[in-house]
């Protein structure tokens, strides 16, 4: 693994554990890289729980509960999936944080309405103001398919950081 994604390994693995937050992950289009960064660490069986590789829909469905009717009307590339994607990931889990992924890859699926390099990251974050804090972005990252799965896995990472940071 090279030092950049060590490095977030290590931050995103100190912010969980001196925060007591847990982690899990819902990986489509990384394909399990995230969980390959934090799990890298050192001690991170403290503060990483489990991840869920959900790269086709009816496995988005079968493991996080992603309706049916969402990825028809906004496809697996859209923050209402990924939305549903992390709160399916929290509800299966024992975390605190979650962080789901889903995005065309490329160099093939690019659409006029969704190129390559697109690509949804949710975020969530449970006991927030007696709820759970819930985030999603769409990114639009540059590159070739590796270039495009590694930016998703430092944004993914890099919004984990700024859910340990909310009160």
Known sequence: MDRELNELGEQVGAAL????LVLTTAE???GGWIGEVVTSVSGSSAWYDRGFITYTNAAKQQ???VKALTLREHGAVSEPVVREMVAGALAASR???AVSVSGVAGPTGGTADKPVGTVCIGWARKGVAAGTEL?????????????VRRQSVIRALQG???MTRIN
């Open 28 to 30: 489509s289009c990384t």
């Open 135 to 147: 985030r999603a972005e769409t990114c639009h990252f540059d590159g070739d398919r590796e270039a």
């Open 63 to 65: 493991m996080l509960g």
């Open 95 to 97: 975390a605190h944080i």
């Open 17 to 20: 554990k001196n925060n007591e």
């Open 160 to 162: 984990v950081l700024a």
